[in-house]
């Protein structure tokens, strides 16, 4: 059987060593699923199973063959190899394989939830992904890749959101959702031509259709009850103050009243709330 020569994601190009972006791909599966807590021989078998080739035919992987792409610093750019992996995971990846067992590092139970479901990034909306560097320091990042690339602890994400809750129960008002009336009203007139057209067709679509009604009738029922005292949100700077008051933020909290929570370039926290809240702890300019 032929072996490679030249390590896997790189080929020769006109006499150069150059990236192949089908291998490169794979590569970087390969650490972002270690670092997201899959085993050595989980993601062997899964590029087995997909017949992802290796080389020349040849579909096999093995938990010895990735743990060698894991060890291999050309992927960042070592004896003159282009660069394929961001040198954070790399470093990552390594540090989790060289302890006994490749740990998952446990994240107490809010942060772990948010990670997995609510941290999104302030630039361009896409969910960010968290790494324990050297277990010292936290670190978010992108996963779409943009520039936001930040050095933040839990601690000061918790802190972010606690200011958030303070400014809810100092003023109540903050929790009200702005409303632009203009976009509302074109929206449900938007909603109400849709019904129209497609119940004015000659072969109406029942599930479109259905659609549509529901959403309308949600969009006239805001409209009517626009005025009308809100309850969740009075609910929402009830819970504020009690989580406040027990310095505790808990996952029934964040899964009950957090929609979103993003997190910019410089470390400011924005908080959605489920009620359409939007509110920060950046300071006022």
């Not at 390969?30 to 807590?37: L, R, S, T, V």
């Not at 964040?254 to 910019?264: F, G, P, T």
């Amino acid at each position: 059987m032929a072996n490679r020569m030249i390590s896997y994601g790189y080929g020769m190009q006109d006499g150069k060593l150059s990236i192949i972006a089908e291998e490169a791909e794979v590569v970087n599966r390969i650490f972002a699923e270690y670092i997201d807590g899959k085993r050595l021989d989980e993601i062997a078998g899964e590029l087995t199973i997909e017949g992802v080739e290796f080389f020349l035919g040849n579909c096999q992987w093995n938990k010895n063959r990735i743990a060698r792409i894991i060890d291999n610093e050309k992927y960042i750019g070592a004896d003159g190899y282009p660069q394929i992996v961001d040198e954070d995971d790399f470093v990552y990846a390594r540090q989790l394989k060289s302890e006994k067992g490749a740990k998952k590092i446990h994240f107490d139970e809010e942060i772990e939830y948010l990670r997995n479901n609510k941290i999104t990034c302030a630039q361009c909306g896409s969910p960010m992904r968290r790494i324990s560097k050297w277990r010292s320091r936290e670190k978010w990042l992108c996963r779409c890749g943009c520039s936001n690339d930040i050095y933040i602890s839990d601690a000061v994400i918790f802190g972010g959101v606690n200011a958030i809750l303070q400014k809810v129960v100092e003023n109540p008002d903050n929790a009200v959702p702005s409303r632009d009336e203009r976009m509302a009203n074109l929206e449900l007139k938007r909603c109400q031509n849709e019904v129209n057209r497609i119940f004015g067709s000659k072969s109406p679509t029942f599930t479109v259709g259905k659609r549509l009604i529901f959403e309308l009738v949600s969009l006239r029922f805001e409209a009517l009850n626009e005025n009308s005292p809100d309850i969740y949100t009075e609910m929402l700077v009830k819970d504020c103050a009690d989580a406040l008051a027990q310095s505790s933020i808990s996952r029934e909290f964040i899964e009950k009243h957090i929609k979103k929570l993003s997190i910019d370039k410089a470390g400011c926290i924005t908080v959605l709330f489920d009620n359409g809240a939007e509110l920060t702890n950046a300071k006022e300019v």
